[in-house]
C-alpha cells in the first residue's frame, strides 16, 4: 500500500541552525505531497503542497521539494527559531482517493533558545 | 482562518458504552474525514464522506463504527460498543478540495 516514511523521529536544534526533516514515500500512483504542523493540543496544520514533480512548496520559511527520481519531499529551513518547536508530519494523497491522506510517523522538533 | 470545532475536547467512558464525537466543519466544505491518533503514534486515516455517503474507509473503521451528518448539522462519528483499543485521540477534518484538509483540535477518548 501507500506510504510515508519519516527518517528522523526527534530533531533537537538550537536557534539559527539549519533544519532537515527526510520524507520518503511509495504510492501505486502519481501523488501530491503535503507537509503537516502540529502544536502541541492541536490538530495538523497545513504548510504547504507540491502535485508534480520538481515543484517546490513553501511557507513560513519552510520549503521541500518534489522529488519523483528519490521519492522525497524533504523539509528545509534554513534558521529555525524557538517558535518552530512542533511535530512536522509528511504526508501523501492521491487523485481519485477522495482527498485521504497518508500521513507519515512524525517528527518532533524541538529548539533550543 | 477557518476552523473546524470539536466537542467535546475529552470524553471518558466505560467499556461497552456507546459515545458520538462531534464535529463542527468548515461551513462551504464538501469533504468531511476521520483521523485516530494514539498516543505518540501517527495519524491514520478512518473514514471520508462526501454527498451523506461514506466514499472510502480504513481496516481500522470497525463496523461498530458509524458517520453520519444528519441535515447538514455536526458530522458524527458513533462508536458502539467501545472497546479499550478504541482510546486515542479523534481528529476531524474538512476540505473543499485537494488542496488542503482543515484538522480540529481533537477530542481525546478514554474507554475505561
Sequence with gaps: ?????????????????????????????????????QYPGEGPQFLFRASRDKEKGSSRGFEATYDKGTTSFHLRKASVQESDSAVYYCALGLSGSFNKLTFGAGTRLAVCP | GPKVLQIPSH??????????????PVSNHLYFYWYKQILGQQMEFLVNFYNGKVMEKSKLFKDQFSVERPDGSYFTLKIQPTALEDSAVYFCASSVTNERLFFGHGTKLSVL
Design chain 2, 11 to 24: 470524553q471518558i467512558i466505560d467499556m461497552g458504552q456507546m459515545v458520538t464525537l462531534n464535529c463542527d
Design chain 1, 1 to 37: 500500500g501507500d506510504s510515508v516514511t519519516q527518517t528522523e523521529g526527534q530533531v533537537a536544534l538550537s536557534e539559527e541552525d539549519f533544519l532537515t526533516i527526510h520524507c520518503n514515500y511509495s504510492a501505486s500512483g502519481y501523488p501530491a505531497l503535503f507537509w503537516y504542523v
